[in-house]
């Protein structure tokens, strides 16, 4: 029996599965004596160091915490798990930690795009159980904005370099903990979670050592989702929105099946958007709840979900907000969830006062689960001006000329699916919900969705040199050399397609054998 603490935030369901497809059984805590009467204690978290250790203290966790990593029983700790070891964090100045390895955690300090989220590599510093089996040069799925710094370097098991080189896990004796999320990070992952609940005897060195590790350019599989005319919820795809073909809603698949698929080729992530979410209130709509459980299940990389994700209340007058909202899809095994209109009805209400309320779905939702669980959905649409000066909004130049030899052109945010175009440009949109905590971009192009023309590479420049935070070029992949043509020609840390994955015009395997040797991505024979 494997103990988890679950401290009310993140996505523990994907750690219960990892562990439950391992064939062993999970039991939560849920009083100090299951803490204390533990035999092997596993402690996830993502979120906020503050309120986790806030959590931790009232509910009297801490002192028998701390004397069950005391005792010599095994722990693995991830991601905040391994931060709540230290002594203090950045990320909550004043806020004790459990103290149990001398040392701090603290913001990352580099001109790269911070949060550090994707599949980076680890060198592994000691020989340790937990990695028999694998060879060394296996990615894992990271996502942090915060790093531990021990004093004693005796305590490191791992590095991983992101602009510097940081300590990506760490190994005292019963105590191991890691920055990465095995739980995430495909059959790589699932080894370590293995070698943790069943370690044989023999500590097996690795026999990959590698001299700096790089992050992964990542491949996300994009599934749209929508009830069709009959009541099944299927995946679908829009051409340049319109996601009806002879009047009928086109249908491409079941989405628990297709993500399964795309997880088995190689996606390095995976997204669902319930497109009609707008009009439709997402805690009503069990199916997707559904959707989300039973794919996170068997699919061990990142799952985020859009669709619907905004202050809501019901027919009886109920209200709900975003952050409840979210709260059901984390539980139900998402691990971001994705904003799309309500961002841009935010932006636009700091526009209007420049302030910020503390209230939006943005803030709220990214200072309990973090600002890396957030992402926000782009909609917009090119709008072509003959000058610069003749509106408000941020306009580039650009090279394709439009239709009355204009040769400027902004980006106007939609609503609704694309159905309604608001004052507000694509830029700054993005950037202000960089300030309001916003962990990542996906950046959709109507003119270029389901078109097969290649991704708006001029878009993605302007908003990409416009943000530090990462983001996902997507809309208009139509073969292999467009991948290769977004990433070499933009600073997009993720490629998302949709249609030609779905029509099985290419696979995601080919798409990485393509990139390999030119782009840095994670190639499935190696994790
Ligand atoms: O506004 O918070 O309820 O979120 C709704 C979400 O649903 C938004 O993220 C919005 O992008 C999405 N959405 C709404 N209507 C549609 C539609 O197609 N009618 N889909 C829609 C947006 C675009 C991408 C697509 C890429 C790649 N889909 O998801 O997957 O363009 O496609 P391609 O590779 O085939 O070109 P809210």
């Not at 300590?167 to 990465?180: H, L, M, P």
């Not at 293995?194 to 005897?201: A, D, H, I, T």
């Not at 309500?342 to 209400?349: G, K, N, P, S, T």
């Not at 997009?492 to 990139?515: D, M, P, Q, T």
Request: glycine share 10%; proline share 3%; net charge neutral.
């Amino acid at each position: 029996m494997i103990t988890l603490l679950d401290y009310g935030a993140g996505n523990v369901r994907s750690v219960i599965n990892a562990i439950e497809s391992l064939g062993q059984k999970v039991k939560i805590v849920s009083g100090i004596d299951d803490l204390l009467s533990a035999e092997k204690l596993v402690f996830p978290g993502v979120g906020n160091f503050g309120s986790m250790m806030r959590i931790l203290n009232d509910n009297n966790y801490v002192d028998a915490l701390k004397e069950y990593l005391l005792s010599g029983r095994p722990f693995l700790g991830i991601c905040l798990g391994l931060h709540a070891l230290f002594e203090k964090s950045e990320e909550a100045p004043g806020t004790k930690g459990l103290g149990l390895i001398s040392g701090q955690v603290k913001k990352f300090d580099i001109d790269l795009s911070v949060p550090h989220i994707g599949w980076n590599g680890i060198n592994i510093k000691k020989p340790s159980l937990i990695f028999n089996g694998l060879r060394g040069d296996e990615k894992f799925y990271f996502v942090h904005s915060f790093h531990v710094v021990p004093d004693d370097d005796s305590v490191v098991l791992t590095t991983t370099n992101y602009g510097i080189e940081f300590v990506s896990g760490i190994q005292k004796g019963n105590i191991t903990a890691t920055q990465f999320h095995p739980e995430k990070s495909g059959t790589a992952g699932i080894k370590v979670l293995k070698n943790f609940l069943e370690p044989g005897s023999e500590k097996k060195a690795t026999t990959h050592v590698l001299k700096e590790t790089m992050l992964s350019k990542r491949i996300v599989a994009c599934l749209d989702v929508r009830s069709n005319d009959h009541g099944d919820l299927v995946v679908t795809k829009g051409d340049q929105y319109d996601v009806r073909e002879n009047g009928d809603v086109r249908n491409l698949g079941k989405p628990v099946e297709l993500a399964r698929t795309y997880y088995e080729q190689g996606a390095d992530e995976i997204t669902f958007l319930n497109i009609t979410g707008f009009r439709d209130f997402p805690l009503e709509d069990i199916p997707m709840m559904d959707v989300l459980k039973h794919t996170s299940k068997n699919v061990f990389v990142p799952l985020t979900i859009g669709g619907g994700i905004r202050d809501y209340t019901d027919k009886h007058g109920r209200k709900y907000t975003a952050l409840e909202v979210a709260t059901q899809y984390f539980r139900s095994g998402a691990d971001k969830i994705s904003i799309g209109g309500d961002a841009v009805l935010i932006a636009e209400a700091y526009l209007r006062t420049g302030k910020k309320t503390g209230n939006s779905s943005i803030e709220q939702i990214s200072k309990v689960y973090g600002a890396q669980a957030v992402v926000v959905s782009i909609d917009p649409r090119r709008v072509y001006v003959s000058s610069p000066d003749q509106i408000t909004h941020q306009v580039i130049k650009t090279e394709k000329i439009g239709p009355l030899g204009e040769k400027y052109c902004w980006y106007q945010c939609t609503i609704k699916g694309g159905r309604e175009g608001r004052d507000l440009d694509a830029i700054t949109l993005a950037q202000i919900c960089e300030k309001l905590g916003a962990g990542e971009i996906l950046l959709n192009c109507i003119d270029k969705d389901g078109t097969d023309s290649g991704y708006d590479i001029e878009l993605i420049n302007a908003v990409k040199n416009a943000v530090t935070i990462p983001v996902i070029a997507s809309s208009g992949a139509g073969c292999v050399e467009h991948f290769y043509e977004v990433f070499t020609k933009t600073q997009a840390e993720s490629a998302l397609a949709a249609g030609i994955f779905h029509r099985k015009e290419v696979s995601i395997a080919e798409v990485k054998n393509y990139l390999s040797g030119k782009v840095e991505t994670r190639l499935v024979k190696n994790n």
